[in-house]
C-alpha cells in the first residue's frame, strides 16, 4: 500500500468506516422504466468520496448516458451522513431540479443499505422516492422507487455496477 492510500484510509471518520466499501468509482449499466414512459436502458457511474476535512460524511455523484451514443441523461450530486447504530441521512440535488432528503438504515454485516424519502422538493409530478443498494459477490446493486401524482411507489431504475480499479 503506498503512503498515500495508507494516509487516506487512515484519515477515514469512524462514523464512515461501516460504508467504506463504497469508496471509489463504480461503473455499468441500468434499466428503466415506469408507467408512464417507455423502458429504456443505460450506461452509468457513481463515485463515493470520504473528503479530506476528517468530517463523517460521504460525497456522492452520479451520471448516466445512452449505451448507443453515450449522450448524457441524468446527473445527481449530494453527501450521505452516516450515524452511529445503522442510520443515514442523504441530501441528493438532481440535474432536473429535483432535490432529495432521505433518511434510512445501513448494515454493515449484510452490506445493505435502505433509504426513504422525507422530502422531494421542486417536483411536480415526484411525491416520494425510496433507494435501496446492496453488495452482492462485490457488485453494487440498486433499485429505486418512485411514486409520483399518478402512481403508488413503485420500481423505476436497477443497475449492477463494478468497482473500477
Known amino acids: 500500500m503506498d503512503k498515500e492510500k495508507k494516509e487516506e484510509s487512515s484519515a ?11 469508496l471509489g468509482t463504480w ?9 408512464t414512459i417507455n ?18 460524511v460521504i ?11 453515450g449522450q448524457p441523461m441524468h446527473s445527481e450530486s449530494g453527501y450521505w451522513r452516516p450515524k452511529p447504530h445503522g442510520s443515514l441521512e442523504v441530501v441528493i440535488a438532481q440535474s432536473t431540479g429535483l432535490a432529495e432528503v432521505l ?6 454485516e449484510d452490506n445493505v443499505i435502505k433509504l426513504h424519502s422525507q422530502v422531494v422538493a421542486n417536483a ?9 443498494y446492496e453488495m452482492v459477490n462485490g457488485d453494487l446493486h440498486y433499485v429505486v422507487q418512485m411514486a409520483t401524482n399518478l402512481t403508488t411507489l413503485q420500481p423505476h431504475l436497477k443497475a449492477v455496477l463494478k468497482k473500477l480499479p
Open 12 to 22: 477515514i471518520h469512524p462514523a464512515v468506516a461501516p460504508l467504506s466499501y463504497l
Open 27 to 35: 461503473k455499468g449499466e441500468g434499466e428503466g422504466g415506469y408507467p
Open 39 to 56: 423502458s429504456f436502458r443505460y450506461g452509468e457511474e457513481l463515485h463515493f468520496s470520504h473528503p479530506a476535512s476528517g468530517k463523517p
Open 59 to 69: 460525497a456522492y455523484s452520479h451520471k448516466t448516458w445512452k449505451l448507443d451514443s
Open 103 to 108: 433518511k434510512g438504515t445501513y448494515s454493515a
Open 124 to 132: 411536480s409530478k415526484v411525491r416520494e422516492i425510496s433507494r435501496v
